[in-house]
């Protein structure tokens, strides 16, 4: 492992907390790919807001599909 790699953990937390936080995979989503539980994935969630931060991002997505439509 070189000086910038990270631990096998730590670069999968990183990778899934990042889809959590722009509201771009769901818990279940995360779990599969990962190979965590979702429970696992769920507590990296709540350590920043993934729940708030994925319906903000539904929402943005919503409205701008309704512009798109009119």
Partial sequence: MGKT???????VKLAAQSLLRNGLATYAEIAAIS???RQ???????ELG?????????EKL???ALRHNE
């Fill in 62 to 64: 919503w409205k701008r």
């Fill in 35 to 37: 190979g965590r539980s």
């Fill in 40 to 46: 696992v994935v769920r507590l990296w969630a709540t």
């Fill in 5 to 11: 790699a990270l631990p096998d953990h730590d670069a």
């Fill in 50 to 58: 993934a729940e708030t931060a994925r319906r903000k991002q539904l």
